[in-house]
């Protein structure tokens, strides 16, 4: 890890002396990449060093690489392994490309809005998974909750599996059932995926964003055949299958995002 921490260092740092030399004083604010805008930050008249810099990229890489393709994995597995949701939002994305006009060579945001079974399929597996299981507050001030009083200091965990597997919030909790998100009612206080409040995640959109847009083309035009089916899952740092879920992806013969209207 602290190897792998040090090449990143060193490939980022680069990075940094290029856009340094770059001036990119003279770039808009829309022309800006992620580490240009860094570079501008000032608080209490102090610029962020390149340390701090490259210690914030490699928190954004961290963060928004493995959740999402975790996510996507599980969400892949839970319909390979539930035929019938598989076939159910393999129809919806079908029905999409055919009201597709003509015009429009690919997926658009309008589309993903309309893909209601694939939404449930996607907080189903966002709630059976719970990628991030917990998060940390410190209280502020003395709270008191449910007769028990958090002291003003105190560190608190907060164990968002614990929520998603309560069998109050969501009955028999282990199974994957993406229709109990028909009636969209959870209450509030039950489903925290992306956390909650002011530090709530910041990539939690452009993580959905990830996971239609692979599950888009994925259900059109391949199909996953697990070739350890039923291992069992290990469950930290993140739950996985056993075997990495090692799989044969197959392209079907009749590729459908290729459909054309006629
Ligand atoms: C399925 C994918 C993802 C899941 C389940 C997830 C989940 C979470 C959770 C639970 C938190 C803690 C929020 C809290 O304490 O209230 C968090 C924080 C964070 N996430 Fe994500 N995340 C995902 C994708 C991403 C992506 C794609 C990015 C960036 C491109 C990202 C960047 C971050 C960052 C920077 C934080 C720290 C925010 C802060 O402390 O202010 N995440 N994420």
């Not at 009201?99 to 449930?120: A, D, F, H, N, V």
């Not at 925290?192 to 259900?219: M, N, Q, V, W």
């Not at 350890?228 to 990495?244: R, W």
Request: hydrophobic share 35%; net charge neutral.
């Amino acid at each position: 890890m602290h190897q792998a921490r040090k090449k990143l260092v060193k490939i980022l740092q680069a990075v940094v002396d290029g856009r340094r030399a770059r001036k990119s004083g003279n770039l808009s604010e829309t022309q800006k990449d992620m580490m240009e805008l860094l570079m501008d930050v000032e608080e209490n008249g102090r610029k962020l060093d390149d340390e701090e810099i490259i210690d914030i990229i490699l928190m954004y890489l961290n963060a928004g690489h493995e959740s999402s393709a975790h996510a996507t994995m599980w969400a892949t597995l839970f319909l390979q392994q539930h035929p019938e949701c598989l076939q159910k939002a393999k129809r919806e994305q079908e029905e999409i490309i055919r009201g597709r006009p003509s015009t429009e060579k690919g997926l658009i945001y309008k589309e993903i809005k309309q893909m209601e079974y694939l939404s449930k399929v996607i907080d189903e597996t966002l709630r059976a998974v719970t990628i991030s299981l917990f998060t940390c507050r410190e209280a502020k001030t003395d709270v008191s909750i449910n007769g028990y009083t958090i002291p003003q200091g105190w560190k608190v965990l907060v164990w968002f599996r614990g929520v998603h597997m309560d069998p109050e919030n969501y009955p028999n909790p282990k199974d994957f059932n993406p229709s109990r998100w028909e009636e969209n009612k959870h209450k509030v206080g039950t489903f925290f995926p992306f956390g909650r409040g002011t530090r709530l995640c910041p990539g939690s959109d452009l993580a959905k964003l990830e996971i239609y847009t692979f599950l888009h083309y994925f259900l059109l035009d391949y199909e996953l055949e697990p070739l350890n089916p039923g291992t069992a899952v290990t469950y930290l740092p993140h739950s996985t299958p056993g075997d990495n879920c090692l799989a044969k992806i197959k392209k079907l013969s009749s590729s459908s995002s290729s459909y054309k209207k006629v």
